[in-house]
């Protein structure tokens, strides 16, 4: 399915394609549809809202995944460069780790689940009393080869900055990408809370995917894709 004048919306029945300024429903894709790597999903109501459910398939207290095993990807979407908004929310399972902060976010340019760019939230270290977390909030990764410790490591503070946050409350998030850039904007402010200038990967086509990390249960909605 081609992704020109299309945008996709996540509904109650489903993932959604219109055309663009219109109403009318033209596919909807089941939520067993979803390409799954490492997750369970689940169709549910979640603070007034239809949402699909994601959690770990692996036990939150068990090894961390890796960053490409945790992911549900959307079928039928194909883009390289556009604008990409959801609505989505992050919170620690009980039995999560210390370490776990709610991970929560969205892939993009997805080639197959080793592959692909990502931006994702720490919801607990939104407002935390420990700035240095709290400037952890947002991130950027890239897969293969940039997992976040790689990044902080060799250039501390250029992938990830502050962004008010708190743990499984829904938060807007929207994706401006384009040839080597990409945008991320935080609960619909005018100003990017990330700028990425040099994504890791080569710019090519691929697909949209929902994006979780160790110790998480998240909520994702209306999700929207257009060029």
Same mark, same amino acid.
Request: aromatic content about 8%; charged content about 20%.
């Given at each position: 399915?081609?992704?020109?004048?299309?945008?996709?919306?996540?509904?109650?029945?489903?993932?959604?394609?219109?055309?663009?300024?219109?109403?009318?429903?033209?596919?909807? !894709?089941?939520?067993?549809?979803?390409? %799954?790597?490492?997750?369970?999903?689940?169709?549910?109501?979640?603070?007034?809202?239809?949402?699909?459910?994601?959690?770990?398939?692996?036990?939150?207290?068990? *090894?961390?995944?890796?960053? *490409?095993? #945790?992911?549900?990807? =959307?079928?039928?979407?194909?883009?390289?460069?556009?604008?990409?908004?959801? !609505?989505?929310?992050?919170?620690?399972? &009980?039995?999560?780790?210390?370490?776990?902060?709610? +991970?929560?976010?969205? %892939?993009?340019?997805?080639?197959? &689940?080793?592959?692909?760019?990502? +931006?994702?939230?720490?919801? $607990?270290?939104?407002?935390?009393?420990?700035?240095?977390?709290?400037?952890?909030?947002?991130?950027?990764?890239?897969? &293969?080869? +940039?997992?976040?410790?790689?990044?902080?490591?060799? #250039?501390?503070?250029?992938?990830?900055?502050?962004?008010?946050?708190?743990?499984?409350?829904? !938060?807007?998030?929207?994706?401006?990408?384009?040839? $080597? !850039?990409?945008?991320?904007?935080?609960?619909?402010?005018?100003? &990017?809370?990330?700028?990425?200038?040099?994504?890791?990967?080569?710019? =090519?086509?691929?697909? =949209? *995917?929902?994006?979780?990390?160790?110790?998480? =249960?998240?909520?994702?909605?209306?999700?929207?894709? $257009?060029?």
């Amino acid at each position: 399915m081609k992704i020109s004048t299309a945008v996709i919306v996540l509904s109650l029945l489903g993932w959604i394609t219109l055309p663009a300024n219109s109403s009318a429903q033209i596919e909807a !894709t089941p939520l067993s549809k979803l390409e %799954a790597h490492g997750v369970q999903t689940a169709s549910v109501e979640y603070r007034g809202h239809a949402a699909v459910r994601l959690t770990e398939s692996a036990p939150a207290d068990s *090894a961390p995944s890796n960053d *490409a095993e #945790t992911l549900a990807i =959307v079928p039928g979407l194909s883009l390289q460069d556009g604008t990409i908004e959801i !609505t989505l929310s992050g919170d620690t399972v &009980p039995t999560a780790a210390p370490t776990a902060r709610g +991970f929560v976010g969205l %892939a993009f340019r997805v080639v197959d &689940p080793g592959h692909f760019e990502c +931006f994702y939230l720490r919801p $607990s270290n939104g407002r935390a009393e420990d700035q240095l977390r709290r400037n952890h909030s947002a991130q950027y990764i890239s897969v &293969p080869g +940039f997992p976040w410790e790689k990044l902080r490591s060799e #250039t501390p503070g250029k992938y990830e900055s502050y962004v008010d946050l708190v743990p499984g409350e829904w !938060t807007k998030i929207k994706i401006q990408v384009k040839g $080597s !850039t990409a945008r991320l904007y935080v609960n619909q402010a005018e100003q &990017p809370t990330l700028i990425v200038n040099d994504l890791k990967q080569m710019p =090519v086509k691929g697909g =949209v *995917a929902l994006w979780i990390g160790p110790g998480t =249960v998240a909520h994702f909605r209306d999700l929207k894709v $257009s060029p």
